[in-house]
């Protein structure tokens, strides 16, 4: 526990420029002390003593305005900067060297899904920005960077930056429109998932169908043009491929 301490205490150093001593790091840097009681506090978890494990994580939170669920498993070199109004769900895994602002939460999807893990893996290295949501047995790669008060749902590759946080009405009405005309196109359009319709990544979807089938209709006016014998090679060969499929997936 020392040695974690000891290792603790030098990371502040490394990444807190306001850090001047020792002395006040021990004594005055609430993420400090919330690592510090979740060592214990996950201890007596793994050993079955729920009810103590729970109440040091009770207590801890009292004191530093932190909650961290003593299930969670947390790495090394983990440095949470402020941390007032932190959440750290039961099932979070936190890697090596992360580092953590205030007012973030790391939360689960419910009661729906209890016996599965709930709630996100942060790998080593990621970086979460003060405000931001992770929500749900997603994993956020290596040396990732959450923006502050971005909302993430959705499983993030190493070395992604993340931002953006606006919150919009689900809207179901185009979703069958949409899948049968892109069945009629002859390319698979990706979308969303079913119960998660963003309008806005809709609306895109709709401009990219739009374009993908004023492209059919112009390959087919050439096409008749051809064969009346105007000579189409070098308007095609301007013409850049336009690939929906690829689009589609990217907005999403």
Avoid at 64 to 78: M, N, Q, S
Avoid at 159 to 188: C, H, I, T
Wanted: include cysteine.
């Amino acid at each position: 526990m020392f040695a974690r301490l000891r290792e603790n205490i030098a990371v502040v150093f490394d990444r807190d420029p306001a850090a001047r001593s020792t002395w006040e790091v021990l004594t005055c840097y609430p993420g400090l002390h919330a690592l510090t009681f979740h060592q214990l506090a996950n201890w007596l978890w793994s050993h079955g003593f729920k009810w103590l494990a729970r109440l040091v994580s009770h207590l801890s939170r009292f004191f530093t305005g932190i909650e961290i669920h003593p299930g969670a498993r947390i790495g090394r070199r983990v440095f949470i900067d402020h941390g007032m109004g932190i959440v750290i769900g039961e099932h979070a895994v936190i890697g090596d060297d992360c580092t953590l602002y205030q007012g973030i939460t790391l939360g689960g999807l419910g009661l729906a899904s209890k016996p599965g893990k709930r709630h996100p893996t942060l790998a080593r290295g990621v970086v979460v920005g003060a405000g931001a949501k992770l929500i749900g047995p997603i994993e956020i790669g290596e040396n990732a960077k959450i923006g502050p008060n971005a909302v993430v749902i959705k499983d993030v590759p190493p070395g992604a930056v993340m931002v953006a946080n606006l919150a919009r009405m689900v809207d179901k009405s185009r979703e069958a429109a949409r899948e049968e005309q892109a069945g009629r196109m002859g390319f698979s359009a990706y979308a969303i998932a079913a119960d998660m319709n963003d309008p806005i990544v809709q609306a895109v979807h709709g401009l990219i169908d739009h374009s993908s089938n004023l492209d059919a209709r112009i390959e087919l006016i050439l096409r008749h043009l051809e064969k009346l014998g105007v000579d189409c090679a070098e308007d095609k060969s301007r013409a850049e491929a336009f690939d929906a499929g690829h689009l589609n997936k990217i907005v999403d």
